[in-house]
């Protein structure tokens, strides 16, 4: 019933940009804070940014502050987030997650809906 889809993935160069979306449906969109994870091949998802329910507030992991920023539409039900001066260590498969209970949630238990994942890859 409950679904994120995140797109917009794909294969860019170092300094590169790119920008993740992901449309949810099944959930009252507004009431929930919303999340990005990565988790690269052998490596343990981390969390990378987090939106509250308005919008008004977000959160960034301090390795990508400064070149990541999320943004959400509540109108339409999408959550983004924006990549820019990409680097070889960004590349990962990122998720989006909903929680409904929490402000900026930034561990993994804590959220309660996640999508598939769209395959981020960045060439040096």
């Known amino acids: 019933q409950v679904q994120l889809v995140e797109s917009g993935g794909g294969l860019v160069q170092a300094g590169g940009s790119l920008r993740l979306s992901c449309a949810a449906s099944g959930l009252t969109f507004s009431s929930f804070a919303m999340g990005w994870f990565r988790q690269a091949p052998g490596k343990e998802r981390e969390f990378v940014a987090a939106?509250?329910?308005?919008?008004?507030?977000?959160y960034i992991t301090h390795s990508v502050k400064g070149r990541f920023t999320t943004s959400r539409d509540n109108a339409k039900n999408t959550v983004y987030l924006q990549m820019n001066s990409l680097e070889p260590e960004d590349t990962a498969l990122y998720y989006c997650?909903?929680?409904?209970?929490?402000?900026?949630?930034?561990?993994?238990?804590?959220?309660?809906?996640w999508g598939q994942g769209t395959q981020v890859t960045v060439s040096s």
């Open positions: 997650a909903a929680d409904r209970d929490r402000v900026l949630p930034t561990a993994s238990i804590e959220y309660d809906y």
């Open positions: 939106i509250s329910r308005s919008g008004s507030m977000t």
